[in-house]
């Protein structure tokens, strides 16, 4: 056995330098030096002792202790166990948890594959001495007895050179996912082009395009129900003029076709947005009755004037199952013009024509099916000259037509018994028609002097209540010029009650439009934010004031601040004849009595007497307004204040020692009094709360006593089923 002598003073027995391959992993990953701990200073200290028991070391330096394969088999032993231990521990790290597993799957696979290209690297380095060595740890103990500098420049070559192959390494994995990343910004930009490929132009139908269109197509549509009948029944309306009658024929087919490719592309809503999907349209078109009759009215029927002539236009009639494009541009033309009454009167008068023409055209075709003056009630005999014109026989017939329906005139009686009943059936349909025309004309008339028979109510009642209370002439008179001021200038509008049905997002983009620039020019609201003032734009109120009103008086409490919108105000004496100063368009005053300051030496009094010169037209915003709006914006309000201040400050109109006292007691008064309207609320809500506990009390106390009587009647056994049937209905009624 080889003796080891310790009395040689070797330093590299007591600093033996270990590199373990997890070390050399970690070197190369990291390229840092680690902090050995206790086992792996013991198992390179054991590593040492294998070195040298295998012969680093000659025998003449050993002479210690004997027993080298005893020694050895403990430190094999020791060794395995370790590399046991170490191995068992890594599978246990490795081992990831099924939901880990699932979410970090693509960093576990993507670190082992790591370790495994560094294991693999490193068992590239340890082959070409795997021969020489038996201990695959011996070949990284290092004696520094025989160590040099050449080793460890050649270490460090090495070191170095392997930094430089990871760099190379990671260098290409960046190029290649920077080409990967470049393919699917391609790919993502192929798919933008498709889809931006796929995308129809689609017409809104909210939008001034497809009120133009609707305007082009009733054209056409217009014409077919007018002229079609007309031609059918007037032959010589047909015949002299067929090259016209073709040319507009065909050109309404064409506007026809073009109607439904716009139909195809005209846009509808779902879920609030505008679908534009090609399928979607054509499918939303098809599956709607409007569709199929939309391809009735193109059917070429016309075709058959080969086989019959040209003087048939009633095969055309398929063409009149577009109307409903003609209704569908009447009520945009009704919502979109500034005169809805007057249109809607127009409309019904047209309605009227259409069929008062329909109707002469029928009678004159009955005439020609009996006969032309073959009796008293058709059309007389066209050998007449005077009866052979063509104007002459629309005419006459449209003024029977027009007798008939509105039955206000006597026309001649009927001979036979198909003029008895198509009188019957026109007295009726005449009837009908004529009575719901004239209901929503009069409905309309009345719509239109709905206004100003309102607005004359409020006079009269007015008029009546000052001669019941015998008021002067003179102020009579004011109030009625007053009134008369507001009609003819279109004032009498309450604008609360006309934008009470709009929603408020959109009450506030009214009032800011109106309102917002006539505010701004407040000084103490020129830097607020624009949620206070969207607040007190919405609470201004409109007032006209009448020539020598007086909008306040010096020594008034000021409850409102005013903006002058329109008209012309006086600062005057106190005899209300000397001027100081003229107010106009856009000026204001009583901002500061409403914001309440301390310390202010007039208070909530009004300091000026203003009258208005002429009529005025003034925005009052209120104090209790202004302090509700400010009750969400605190710092607004203290902003507000401090504006004011600085204001009464620059007028030497502030008592800087009130102004540092306390809190106003008028303030403690009104918390006082809204703790109180709040005490008084709970109390309200407590005693209902009372109410209800003893109202359900009681009815606990009525069950158990029933539970009772039970319980006493049938003993401690439960209640048979058909006698607790035959007692609900019981309870039921009580």
């Known amino acids: 056995m080889a003796k080891i002598n310790t009395q040689h003073s070797y330093p590299g027995v007591h600093s033996l330098s270990v590199r373990t391959a997890d070390e050399d992993i970690e070197r190369i990953e990291n390229g840092y030096i680690r902090a050995h701990s206790l086992r792996e ?9 294998i070195s040298v028991e295998g012969g680093l070391v000659p025998e003449s330096q050993t002479s210690s202790f004997t027993g080298r394969g005893a020694m050895a088999r403990l430190s094999r032993f020791v060794l395995s166990v370790r590399s046991w231990a170490t191995r068992h521990s890594h599978r246990e790290d490795q081992r990831p948890d099924s939901f880990l597993e699932r979410i970090r799957g693509p960093e576990l696979v993507e670190v082992s594959t790591r370790q495994s290209n560094i294991r693999s690297f490193l068992g590239a380095r340890e082959r070409p001495g795997a021969a020489s060595s038996h201990w695959p740890l011996a070949r990284f103990n290092v004696n ?17 050179e392997e930094k430089k192959e990871e760099k190379k390494e990671e260098k290409k ?23 931006q490929k796929k995308e129809v132009f689609v017409i809104d139908p909210s939008s001034n395009l497809y009120y133009n269109w609707l305007t082009v197509i009733a054209a056409p549509v217009f014409y077919n129900w007018c002229m079609l009948v007309c031609r059918a029944c007037f032959d010589e309306l047909q015949m002299d003029h067929i090259k016209m009658w073709l040319f507009l024929d065909y050109l309404s087919d064409i506007i026809y076709v073009i109607d439904m490719f716009v139909r195809f592309r005209t846009g509808f809503l779902e879920q609030g947005l505008l679908v534009k999907d090609e399928k979607k349209l054509r499918e939303h078109y098809t ?17 058959a004037y080969f086989k019959l002539g040209l003087n048939y236009p009633e095969l055309r009639f398929n063409r009149l199952l577009r109307i409903a494009r003609l209704f569908e541009f009447f009520d945009r033309t009704e919502t979109r013009t500034n005169y809805p009454n ?22 004159f075709a009955i005439s020609k099916v009996i006969g032309f003056g073959t009796d008293t009630w058709v059309y007389p005999n066209v050998s007449v000259p ?15 037509s027009t007798l008939t329906l509105t039955t206000i005139g006597e026309t001649p009686p009927p001979v ?27 409905s309309m008339i009345s719509n239109m002097n709905a206004s100003r028979a309102e607005f004359q109510a409020k006079v009269d009642s007015i008029k009546q209540y000052m001669q ?6 003179d102020l009579e008179a004011r109030v009625i010029k007053w009134f008369d001021y507001l009609w003819t200038n279109k004032k009498t509008v309450d604008e609360k009650e006309v934008l009470k049905n709009l929603p408020d997002k959109l009450k506030a983009e009214i009032a800011i439009n109106v309102h917002l620039d006539t505010l701004r020019k407040v000084r103490i609201f020129q830097d607020c934010e624009a949620g206070l003032l969207i607040e007190l734009v919405l609470k201004l109120k409109p007032t006209v004031f009448s020539p020598g009103d007086y909008i306040c008086k010096k020594g008034d409490i000021g409850r409102e601040m005013y903006i002058i919108k329109e008209g012309k105000l006086a600062v005057v004496a106190d005899d209300g004849i000397t001027q100081f100063v003229v107010l106009s368009d856009g000026s204001y005053f009583g901002e500061i009595s409403i914001l309440n300051i301390k310390g202010s030496k007039s208070g909530n009094r009004r300091t000026a007497n203003i009258r208005s010169i002429g009529y005025s037209d003034l925005f009052c915003l209120s104090k209790d307004d202004l302090m509700e709006a400010l009750t969400e914006y605190p710092e607004a309000k203290k902003a507000l204040e401090e504006k004011g201040r600085q204001i009464l400050m620059k007028d030497n109109l502030i008592d800087e020692e009130a102004a540092k006292a306390g809190a106003d007691p008028k303030d403690l008064e009104e918390k006082i009094g809204r703790l109180e309207v709040a005490l008084d609320t709970l109390q309200t809500r407590f005693a209902r709360l009372m109410a209800e506990y003893t109202a359900s009390q009681q009815k606990v106390k009525q069950r158990l006593a029933r539970v009772e009587t039970r319980v006493k009647k049938y003993g401690s056994g439960s209640l048979s089923i058909a006698e607790a049937e035959a007692e609900k209905p019981e309870e039921e009624k009580k």
């Not at 520094?144 to 170095?160: A, L, M, Q, R």
């Not at 052979?388 to 029977?400: E, F, M, N, P, V």
């Not at 019941?468 to 002439?473: A, G, L, N, Q």
């Open 41 to 49: 200073d013991a198992s390179s200290e054991l590593q040492g002792v």
């Open 144 to 160: 520094f007895s025989n160590n040099t500098n050449e080793d460890k420049k050649e270490e460090k070559k090495e070191v170095k």
């Open 173 to 195: 994995e960046e190029k290649k996912e920077e080409k990967k990343d470049d393919k699917k910004d391609d790919k993502k930009d192929d798919k933008k082009k498709e889809e």
């Open 287 to 303: 599956k709607t009755v409007q569709f199929k009759l939309d391809v009735l009215s193109l059917v070429p029927t016309d075709l």
């Open 342 to 363: 007057m249109f809607r009167i127009g409309n019904l008068v047209l309605y009227i024509l259409i069929i008062i023409h329909w109707n002469a055209c029928i009678y």
């Open 386 to 400: 005077e009866y052979a014109r063509l104007s002459r026989k629309y005419i006459y017939s449209l003024y029977w």
């Open 416 to 442: 036979k018994d198909e003029e008895y009943l198509f009188v019957v059936i026109d007295f009726l349909v005449g009837v009908l028609i004529f009575a719901t025309i004239v209901g929503n004309v009069g």
């Open 468 to 473: 019941f209370r015998k008021v002067t002439k």
